[in-house]
């Protein structure tokens, strides 16, 4: 069965400092990666995705991350941290080879920015 | 891009009554819609997948009996709490994918409190 762990429950960091979330996962064969955001009461938005290719990423608000197979790992990163970017964040996992549907998420990392 | 709405975004029921939950794609036809349930600083747990013209499928552990769901367009799923209990209130969230679009868009979410 898949699993996606995210050991950081709470992250602060000071606006304008680089961020980093860790996301490892568990998975048999090569996954679909993703990563969103949610704001607090809000759905989920798509930040990056990964399924195969280059395995740094790029995605939308400045984020990126890096598939590391050896690792099991896809960290979240962001040189420069905005006040706006207080939020959940989320890595989830689907199966490879299809749509993007049966996803496990991860417990969530809440970021916390100061001023 | 693709959106996703979810319609009521707040609910508030008294025990024993059902609650309907309506989740649309505006812009695209989803041929996939997915219901989950997310626990207060919880991450998102799939309750079922919904196929436009037939039965949705249910994750272990989820009464189908008491999560009534119905796809019957390509831009309409609904999720009917039947006889809700304190216990199910909950936030809710949709999600769609149209075709082998490999990326879920989520709705902003539903927030059910049973008294």
């Known amino acids: 069965a898949q699993s996606v762990t995210q050991p950081d429950i709470h992250i602060t960091v000071s606006e304008g400092a680089s961020l980093e979330l860790r996301c490892n996962y568990s998975?048999?064969?090569?996954?679909?990666l993703f990563w969103y955001v949610q704001s607090p009461g809000q759905g989920l938005q798509l930040l990056l995705k990964?399924?195969?290719?280059?395995?740094l990423v790029q995605g939308i608000k400045g984020f990126e991350a890096e598939f590391k197979r050896s690792q099991s790992s896809f960290n979240l990163r962001k040189p420069s941290v905005h006040w706006s970017d207080a939020a959940e964040y989320f890595c989830a996992v689907g199966p490879s080879g299809g749509t993007a549907s049966k996803l496990t998420f991860g417990t969530g990392t809440r970021l916390q920015v100061t001023l | 891009g693709a959106v996703v709405s979810q319609h009521p975004s707040w609910v508030i029921c008294k025990s024993g009554t059902s609650v309907k939950i309506e989740c649309r794609s505006l812009?695209?036809?989803?041929?996939?819609m997915f219901w989950y349930r997310q626990f207060p600083k919880q991450s998102l747990m799939l309750m079922a997948t919904s196929n436009e013209g037939s039965k949705a499928t249910y994750e272990q552990g989820v009464e189908k009996d008491k999560f009534l769901i119905n796809h019957a367009s390509l831009t309409l799923s609904t999720l009917t709490v039947t006889s809700a209990h304190p216990e199910d209130s909950s936030f809710y969230i949709c999600?769609?994918?149209?075709?082998?679009?490999?990326?879920?868009?989520f709705g902003p979410g539903t927030r059910l409190l049973v008294l």
């Open positions: 998975y048999g064969a090569t996954p679909y």
């Open positions: 812009d695209f036809q989803a041929t996939t």
């Open positions: 990964y399924f195969s290719g280059d395995t």
């Open positions: 999600s769609a994918i149209s075709g082998r679009v490999e990326t879920q868009y």
